[in-house]
């Protein structure tokens, strides 16, 4: 008899126990109330809800990314909801799952609890549009043409820079401007012992065809800032990216091969497959679906990833075996596709990566295809188990966004820049700090690195480009263009 009232006691505890469990989790996440917006104009689709859209639910439901197969990027896809019906039962807030998952009045709440609800001034024009018949758009909205002209004068940033894979030549951007540096062997009888090796400017791309809004020749290799490059394989050709368009260049004359115009937006990554045959560009509007392309080694289009991301893509990287593709964006995702075997063959979406809690701007691969490494507007650089689809480690230690991300040759080291003015190189198999690179004055915003890690070059705001020794971090080279060398001061008079 006693046993059996010590287990009726046991099991009302736990009954209790459990109902305050459940209670306590409706006190921590309680429905976000309706407010009075007292509106004397109807609720507008593009100018009041879609924004709201825009900055708390199309990260998961645009795209590739569809989280309960409910996509809203278009006013027909948001009325007809996803897996769990319709979501939107215009004049009926009630009994629209949009309104009552949104105001967290039934489960599951959206946006999850893990990222920012919506607040009641946004909860409340939803449900206002929904009484008023959940309309459709007004108008659709075009966008304004941008025309872009020379940067001014003291704008020289180095967006883009770029070590040639057998690091002897670096080629960097300096507001629009694109110059190279090499290296060149002192003799001996020069030097007073033994042979030594100085970096020094060699030559500036120019594109003779780009001219001014008045008609003049630009003089420049773009006509905006230059925020991206990369070097194929064997060195030869330099891809460059700018607002709208893309450049190929043949380095060995400093001349351009093709330009290709067409992009939505900058073009803010570059990235050549292993085998050269392929390089991919990665950008798009601020707010509007990412832009992915894949163009073969001539600028060919080969194909385009439509709305991989639904925001800008900073970051590219083809898989060792140049199947997958990797980018990164400012929804906050990794993602990765496969690529087709013939231009004729979309690619597909093949797995996201989830974790960064800001923009992400870099990613790339270790040499065996097992694992993802990405860097991000957190501070953060994190490494992924790809198959699995987890996250191995998270790798502190830059103080300010971590812009720029790019593996050594087929190592499983890596190099980053970040805005706190250092590089690290790091490595993705234990995460360890392998060296750290000084001397940058201010923001750091691209990094890049030779096939055998020996040369690490870093391009900064202050429109410095520093060249490291990348195996002891000692700084070789602050090179800047004959024409923003510091002036030197008359010698003394003896």
Not at 18 to 35: F, R
Not at 396 to 410: A, C, D, E, R, Y
Request: charged fraction near 25%.
């Amino acid at each position: 008899m006693r046993r059996l009232i010590a287990l009726a006691m046991t099991l009302l505890v736990a009954s209790s126990y459990a109902q305050e469990k459940k209670d306590d989790k409706k006190d921590e996440y309680p429905p976000i109330p309706v407010i009075d917006l007292k509106r004397k104009d109807p609720i507008e689709y593009n100018k009041d809800i879609l924004p709201i859209f825009e900055k708390k639910c199309l990260v998961c439901h645009s795209g590739t990314e569809l989280r309960g197969k409910y996509d809203m990027s278009t006013h027909a896809n948001v009325l007809k909801g996803g897996k769990r019906g319709v979501a939107v039962v215009a004049g009926k807030p009630d009994e629209s799952n949009l309104f009552t998952f949104c105001s967290r009045q039934k489960q599951p709440m959206m946006p999850p609890k893990t990222d920012e609800p919506l607040n009641s001034q946004e909860v409340s024009l939803i449900k206002l549009w929904i009484v008023e018949g959940a309309k459709a758009p007004a108008f659709v909205k075009v966008k304004d043409k941008i025309i872009v002209n020379l940067p001014p004068a003291l704008v020289k940033p180095v967006r883009a820079v770029a070590v040639a894979p057998d690091g002897k030549t670096v080629v960097a951007s300096r507001g629009n401007q694109l110059h190279l540096f090499e290296v060149k062997t002192i003799p001996a009888e020069k030097k007073g012992g033994k042979d030594t090796q100085e970096w020094s400017y060699s030559k500036t791309f120019f594109d003779p065809s780009l001219k001014t809004l008045d008609g003049k020749v630009a003089k420049a290799a773009h006509i905006s800032l230059v925020e991206a490059m990369a070097f194929s394989p064997d060195g030869k050709t330099l891809v460059t990216g700018s607002f709208q368009e893309v450049t190929i260049w043949d380095v060995e004359k400093g001349e351009p091969k093709l330009r290709i115009g067409g992009f939505a937006d900058k073009v803010c990554a570059i990235a050549f497959s292993a085998d050269g045959k392929k390089f991919a560009t990665g950008g798009g509007s601020p707010t509007e679906d990412g832009e992915i392309k894949v163009f073969d080694d001539t600028g060919k289009p080969f194909t385009e990833i439509k709305a991989g991301h639904s925001d800008t893509v900073f970051g590219a990287a083809f898989s060792p075996d140049g199947k997958l593709l990797a980018t990164c964006g400012a929804d906050k995702f990794v993602k990765v596709f496969e690529l087709p075997a013939d231009a004729t063959k979309p690619a597909k979406f093949v797995k996201s990566f989830e974790g960064h809690t800001h923009h992400v701007m870099g990613v790339g691969w270790t040499p065996d295809g097992k694992k993802i490494a990405s860097c991000g507007a957190d501070n953060f650089v994190k490494v992924w188990d790809y198959e699995k689809g987890e996250k191995l480690r998270d790798l502190p230690g830059h103080q300010k966004q971590v812009t720029s991300l790019v593996f050594v040759g087929k190592t499983a080291q890596f190099v980053t820049g970040s805005g706190d003015a250092s590089v690290r190189m790091w490595n993705a198999d234990n995460g360890g700090n392998v060296r750290s690179f000084t001397g940058a004055a201010d923001f750091v915003y691209a990094v890049s690195a030779s096939t055998d890690g020996a040369v690490v070059a870093s391009g900064c705001e202050d429109g410095v480009v520093r060249v490291y020794n990348g195996t002891s971090g000692a700084l070789m080279k602050a090179a800047l263009p004959p024409d923003a060398e510091p002036a030197k001061k008359d010698e003394p008079k003896k």
